[in-house]
Nanobody, 122 residues
Framework: QVQLVESGGGSVQAGGSLRLSCVAS????????MAWFRQAPGKEREPVAD????????AYAGSVRGRFTISVDKANNMVYLQMNSLKPEDTAMYYC???????????????WGQGTQVTVSS
């Protein structure tokens, strides 16, 4: 059974930093991509960043590029999201996800964590 558990959320002031962690268990070899998504109140869930499970090909949403960094520690089944220069608009529930990319296109994310709340005050 796949399980993703996030941690590291909290409340910070604008300009501050947080590091989110996600520990994965039960992932089969079919999963080859990991990602972070977020959902703010009243808004749809949106992708923040993703990365190949081998640690290469990181990609970011335009709104976070240059401020956030996604990384993978495959040996310990961990995925991280380092968030710097946080803004109030980054306030959201952040979710870790595991997915599969087959061929060209975008990964399909089918395993999700419960989320960790990030709140940024101005």
């Amino acid at each position: 059974q796949v399980q993703l558990v996030e941690s590291g959320g909290g409340s910070v002031q604008a300009g501050g930093s947080l590091r989110l962690s996600c520990v994965a268990s039960g992932l089969s070899d079919k999963y080859n991509y990991m990602a972070w998504f977020r959902q703010a109140p009243g808004k749809e869930r949106e992708p923040v960043a993703d990365i190949h499970i081998g640690g290469d090909h990181p990609a970011y949403a335009g709104s976070v590029r240059g401020r956030f960094t996604i990384s993978v520690d495959k040996a310990n089944n961990m995925v991280y999201l380092q968030m710097n220069s946080l803004k109030p608009e980054d306030t959201a529930m952040y979710y870790c996800a595991a997915g599969v990319l087959v061929g060209a296109g975008v990964p399909s994310y089918t395993a999700w964590g419960q989320g960790t709340q990030v709140t940024v005050s101005s």
